[in-house]
């Protein structure tokens, strides 16, 4: 670790931990809407489609372990960009970064609450929504002062509530299935046109961006450079195929009808009744809860790292966005300012146009990132074989379909954050320099 984090942040994140991260990275609002929509496109081929693309998607996830083992400081992303192409792609590659991921956070918000307003009504509507959007915030702010671990703890609790519903509904629903009048093999063995596959691919991508948010706390990380890359294989890993039992068992129970709610609710209610759409409803709020956290933990670094590389100089940046509680070790003004953000777009919704670009810029960080690994392998000393020198190409081929499926609006969007970036950049430096 540099100077500029060690003895900072203490280290409470464990293999475990790390494989929450993650999990809860990736398992968050998604998979409650996603089956629908891959069963209309792909029919039965869908859920096969996530081992094609999972196993495509595991390039660009190899490529970051490969990164955290290289630099093991706080701050992923930010730390590679600058590694490899100075402080200004540093200081833009945070700002649309953290943009992207606190506009997550104040979606996120409004999700957890519409799918808790199936139960509580109040909690989705007028001034009950914003008092809730309040105490959600509060509750994140809070949760992440007050301790890395008492942070980890939460999410361990919450990962185990969001994963044993769907453990049961897979379980049952598979002993319910007779799979003897299955007849449509041959369907699922029948390739959809490409234009077809694309489409659904591009919604199978979106579903495992957010596998990064562990490498953004390695500075915390015990032993990173096993901890991450393993956590990061074997849990995109499991949930590819996770996404594939869970959409196996959809297609074959609900079909391509299109569903009056939420679609996994809807299977719940098939195999449950009514009280296994009331558990899975339950399930999706603790979900995103769990994507809430895990994205409050690794968002507020970045802010706390680009303090310490002095990417935001002056007053704001280290004697201040780089403060470390005394007590609790957590960046405690970075964690504060990320909440208060991203709650106020929640209660004002002035996180929807943002949202247009979040996803396009989390896929060109992707690129720049697999850029990195490229440029530091041909600086390696040591011979690099010939799996590991192709496989970032691979990567970057990924990223680059990826962000050529991005609307014109998100382009336009995110060209327009790179430019206020670029001169935010010159403007700090510029008055730090004369200070």
């Not at 069963?39 to 096969?48: I, K, M, N, T």
């Not at 799918?115 to 959600?136: D, F, M, Q, R, T």
């Not at 809070?142 to 980890?152: D, H």
Request: hydrophobic share 55%; charged share 10%.
């Amino acid at each position: 670790m540099s100077s500029s984090n060690k003895g900072l942040l203490s280290k409470g994140i464990g293999g475990v931990g790390a494989a929450l991260l993650v999990l809860n990275g990736l398992i968050g609002a998604g998979i409650f809407a996603l089956p629908a929509k891959m069963a209309a496109e792909l029919g039965a081929f869908s859920p096969y489609i996530f081992l094609i693309f999972g196993a495509l998607i595991l390039a660009v996830v190899w490529c970051f372990g490969q990164l955290a083992v290289l630099y093991q400081e706080t701050g992923g992303p930010v730390i590679y960009a600058r590694k490899g192409f100075g402080d200004a792609a540093a200081f833009q590659t945070g700002f649309i970064y953290y943009l992207a991921r606190a506009t997550a956070i104040a979606a996120n918000m409004h999700v957890l609450l519409l799918y808790a307003g199936y139960v509580w009504p109040e909690l989705n509507a007028g001034i009950g929504k914003s008092l809730a959007i309040i105490a959600l915030t509060a509750t994140l702010i809070f949760v992440n002062i007050v301790g890395l671990k008492a942070a980890m703890r939460a999410l361990d609790t919450i990962s185990v509530l969001k994963l044993l519903p769907f453990a049961a509904l897979i379980g049952i629903g598979y002993w319910q299935l007779d799979f003897s009048l299955e007849s449509d093999s041959s369907m699922s063995n029948t390739l959809p046109a490409f234009d077809t596959i694309s489409a659904g691919a591009l919604l199978t991508l979106y579903a495992f961006i957010g596998f990064e948010t562990v490498v953004v706390t390695s500075g915390e990380t015990n032993s990173p450079k096993k901890t991450i890359p393993r956590a990061l294989m074997l849990t995109v890993s499991g949930i590819a195929l996770f996404y594939f039992c869970v959409q196996w068992l959809y297609w074959h129970t609900v079909g391509a009808a299109k569903p009056d709610s939420a679609p996994l609710i809807a299977l719940a209610d098939m195999i449950f009744g009514e009280t296994g759409a009331l558990v899975m409803t339950l399930t999706a709020v603790v979900s995103v809860a769990g994507n809430l956290l895990a994205n409050m933990i690794s968002t507020s670094r970045l802010t706390f790292s680009m303090a310490h590389q002095s990417l935001i100089p002056g007053k704001l940046g280290k004697p201040w966005l780089g403060k470390v509680h005394g007590t609790f070790a957590t960046p405690y003004v970075s964690i504060l300012v990320l909440g208060i953000f991203a709650g106020m777009m929640a209660l004002s919704g002035s996180f929807v146009w943002l949202a247009i670009a979040s996803v396009l810029a989390r896929l060109v960080v992707y690129a720049m990132c697999v850029l990195v690994l490229i440029k530091a392998q041909n600086q390696l000393t040591l011979p690099v074989n010939l799996i590991k020198r192709v496989l970032p190409f691979l990567a970057l081929a990924v990223c680059a379909w990826s962000v050529t499926q991005s609307s014109t609006h998100a382009w336009l969007f995110l060209v327009g954050e790179l430019v206020i970036s670029a001169v935010l950049y010159v403007v700090l430096h510029n008055n730090a320099s004369k200070g």
